[in-house]
């Protein structure tokens, strides 16, 4: 019996494989009913299963609207009670019909467990020999499509490295004048050359009075931090009064200037004032691409009422707001102390700024780059600047 099956099989698939090789053979072959139909829109089952709930909600609806309408024209109760159930048994036969239909639905988009492999399908027909003929010399079917001839290379003669080019985007500091003292100049290059002031080195606060303890910037850092500007300070104050406790000057920690975001970074041995931790703390930071050119003290002859800072933009040297530290609103300037009234005849105004100068060709605007000052260990004395610098951009 083995037998027999074994040669109706080899049979069908042997005529099968005849069959196909005809171009328009009519006969349907074994398992044609098993293909898919095509399927223009798939539906998936959480589709049926939105609108099965609101046509098995509606459904609600349209029974209590047929039940209340025919309750206001029939008054025999009976026949009411007998449409009432049949409502009820409308809506639970339409419900368990749309719970089977979305049901089936997602049993039918559950794929099931790989069944085994199945025999091997009969050869299909032998394809066209137009580009495959063992026969014939084979040729390509393309083409370039270059229609213009290759050009040269150029190759453009630079120099790799130029050593004569001077950096940019860098801070560079101006060097000590002691001719005239008390003062920080820039001679500029060309032809005549000029000399230009740059800042009036000073010691503003108290009377300008030499008190305390003198402390000045150190060079220990790596990264020369006097040479790049000041871009913010931390204080300590007394709000009632205005004492200025102690105070902190900030430079950008960046190895390069980024155009992003400054690292806020106190320069090295130049923390004036008491060393513990009293009063209230206040911090302004420069905005990015920006620096301080410009600081003004307040003082009533015997404390530091209040300092005001000044930024100015890095290459265009126009003056920048700032948020302030004392309002919390973007002002010309940021403020650090009690309120302050200029005409006020009892308090000193003192200022130190920097102006702009003539640098080759291009104009450039200096900033505050070297600080010290006097203390005690109570409270800060005064602040001195004694340097500049500019960005080379």
């Not at 060309?190 to 910037?217: C, E, L, R, W, Y």
């Not at 003192?350 to 260990?377: D, H, M, N, Y």
Request: glycine share 8%.
């Amino acid at each position: 019996m083995d037998s027999v099956n074994q040669s109706l099989e080899s049979a069908k698939k042997s005529i099968g494989s005849s069959l196909s090789k005809l171009p328009n053979a009519g006969i349907e072959k074994e398992n044609d009913v098993f293909k898919k139909p095509p399927v223009l829109i798939e539906i998936s089952w959480q589709t049926y299963r939105l609108v099965g709930f609101i046509f098995f909600g509606l459904s609600f609806a349209i029974m209590k609207y047929i039940v209340d309408h025919f309750e206001q024209k029939i008054d025999d109760g009976e026949i009411m009670n007998v449409l009432k159930i049949v409502s009820f048994f409308f809506i639970l036969n339409f419900g368990t019909f749309l719970f089977m239909t979305v049901y089936y639905k997602f049993r039918k988009s559950v794929k099931g467990v790989k069944g085994p492999k199945g025999d091997v399908g009969i050869r299909g027909p032998q394809g066209k020999s137009s580009h495959c003929n063992i026969c014939k010399v084979k040729t390509g079917s393309f083409k370039k499509d270059r229609k213009t001839p290759m050009k040269k290379e150029q190759i453009e003669q630079k120099t790799i490295l130029d050593f004569s080019s001077r950096p940019t985007n860098v801070w560079k500091a101006f060097a000590d004048s002691t001719t005239p003292p008390n003062a920080l100049y820039h001679i500029s290059v060309g032809s005549p050359a000029k000399t230009f002031i740059i800042m009036n080195p000073d010691t503003i606060g108290v009377s300008k009075a030499q008190v305390g303890t003198q402390i000045v910037t150190q060079e220990n850092d790596e990264w020369l931090p006097d040479k790049k500007p000041i871009i913010g300070v931390s204080a300590s104050i007394n709000k009632n009064n205005g004492d200025l406790y102690s105070i902190m000057f900030f430079y950008d920690g960046n190895k390069t200037h980024s155009i992003q975001n400054y690292k806020y970074k106190p320069f090295d041995g130049v923390k004036l004032g008491s060393d513990t931790k009293k009063g209230d703390a206040f911090e302004f930071r420069a905005p990015k691409n920006s620096a301080v050119y410009k600081v003004k003290t307040y003082d009533n002859g015997v404390i530091i009422k209040a300092i005001r800072f000044y930024c100015a933009d890095i290459k265009t040297g126009k003056q920048v707001k700032v948020m302030d530290p004392f309002t919390n609103k973007m002002r010309s300037y940021g403020h650090i102390g009690v309120s302050i009234d200029e005409n006020n005849q009892n308090i000193n105004i003192q200022t130190v700024a920097c102006s702009k100068i003539i640098v080759g060709e291009k104009v450039v605007q200096p900033f505050l780059s070297r600080v010290g000052g006097w203390q005690t260990s109570e409270h800060v004395c005064a602040i001195k600047f004694s340097g500049a610098s500019y960005f080379d951009y």
